[in-house]
């Protein structure tokens, strides 16, 4: 069968081994793949990312070797059943999986190890047990961002935002811009997105989108409608916490101070019992939410220097190179640092129907589609966010330039 294989950061259309699906996997004729961000880093760093992920004991990914067919993002149709499977969809029916595999017990993410080729490829194999028919007539192109909307789905539920926090979204590229669509379809009613690319600002206010910030020209912090919810929710524990927890903010200060006054006065229950009430409910002050969406050195640390007081900051991006962050600033201003990565079985399956039910609207991500022999192009077209948020590859397809 025909693949595209890299190897050394080059691609090559080539004939590759026609695969045969093992025990509990399915064998798929691939629809549509998607490009991920992660893939045009792991087209020169495909090494340094499996040394981290070993490092960490996450051994499923594997360096380049010989060579590796990219794509875990994708859709394609039953060709074929392994040994020990249940066969419960007809051949010919559409599916998502979750890009993994794995030999007896040795697990594989696909499209990273020359042990599970992804879908860059007229054929590919994934696991019984983590494959999901596609319902309502969803199309190949739309289902094939089922995984990376996924990703962006796990890091909404991560940060635990509720509807009438403010959500700051950087970074405004394919993972960005489903985090915009996700949080506006749960309901949250102010989302500020940023990005110095005009053409990604447009997509993200097509997204839902409430402001859309370059932050070349201006603060995306100083664009929320009613700033004084970022700064001035921090004021009632300022005083208890110590006197630099709102910096160089008086009016603040003062905040907590005056509440102090008020509590001790009026109280009809001692005022400390107010305190470990809110803490037991988790209704203390809290501010917004920003999703870290680029994945780059330095952008953590700015983020950390930048955001208000008692953010919590969600990193999305994969940053595949080493940074450096300023602890105390983080801990003055008290902000919270969760990672996300990934999804797990039912996000995965709940993402695939937000998409068929149209919960969500992926049409504002796909920005073109390729041939195999517009990989290269693809790749370069990304790098350069001015027109393409996400490329899809269709095996069949003879186009070859965006």
């Known amino acids: ?10 691609f090559e259309i080539t004939d590759v081994p026609d695969l045969r699906p093992g025990t509990g996997q399915v064998l798929l004729n691939v629809s549509r793949a998607g490009i991920c961000g992660s893939d045009v880093h792991l087209r020169t760093n ?36 392994g040994p020990d499977t249940r066969r419960r969809w007809k051949p010919g029916t559409l599916m998502v999986a979750m890009p993994m595999c794995r030999h007896g017990r040795h697990p594989h993410i696909t499209g990273t190890s020359p042990s599970a080729p992804g879908a860059f490829a007229e054929q590919m194999i994934v696991q019984e047990s983590v494959a999901f028919p596609v319902p309502n007539g969803l199309s190949a192109e739309h289902a094939a961002l089922t995984e990376p909307v996924a990703v962006a789905w796990h890091a909404v539920r991560r940060s635990q935002i509720g509807k009438r926090q403010m959500a700051y979204v950087i970074g405004c590229g394919p993972i960005g811009l489903a985090v915009v669509a996700l949080l506006k379809a749960i309901g949250v009613h102010c989302v500020i997105a940023s990005d110095l690319s005009p053409r990604r ?89 920003v999703f870290e969406c680029v994945g780059v050195p330095g952008m953590l640390d700015r983020l950390i220097s930048d955001a208000p007081v008692m953010s919590r900051i969600v990193v999305v991006g994969a940053c595949l190179e080493p940074d450096t962050i300023h602890p105390i600033s983080a801990m003055i201003k008290e902000i919270d640092l969760r990672f996300s990565v990934g999804y797990n079985p039912g996000e995965f399956r709940d993402t695939l129907h937000m998409l068929a039910d149209g919960k969500v609207d992926p049409a504002p991500f796909l920005t073109g589609t390729v041939g195999f022999a517009g990989v290269d192009a693809a790749f370069d077209a990304l790098g350069q966010p001015e027109r393409h948020a996400k490329v899809l590859i269709d095996p069949r397809s003879p186009v070859s330039t965006l």
């Open 201 to 289: 600002r447009e997509l993200a206010a097509r997204c839902g989108a409430d402001v859309v910030v370059d932050p070349g020209t201006a603060d995306p912090f100083a664009a929320d409608p009613l700033p004084s919810r970022s700064t001035r929710v921090a004021g009632l524990l300022s005083l208890p916490n110590a006197p630099w927890s709102v910096p160089g903010n008086p009016d603040d200060m003062n905040l907590g101070f005056d509440a102090m006054e008020k509590l001790r006065r009026f109280a009809v229950v001692p005022w400390w019992q107010l305190f470990r009430a809110m803490h037991a409910l988790d209704k203390g002050p809290s501010g917004p939410i």
């Open 46 to 81: 495909l090494d340094q990312f499996a040394s981290a992920a070993a490092a960490v004991g996450k051994g499923a990914f594997a360096p380049g070797g010989g060579g590796i067919v990219f794509g875990h993002e994708f859709s394609g149709e039953v060709a074929e059943y």
């Open 1 to 10: 069968m025909k693949a595209v294989v890299c190897c050394g950061g080059d």
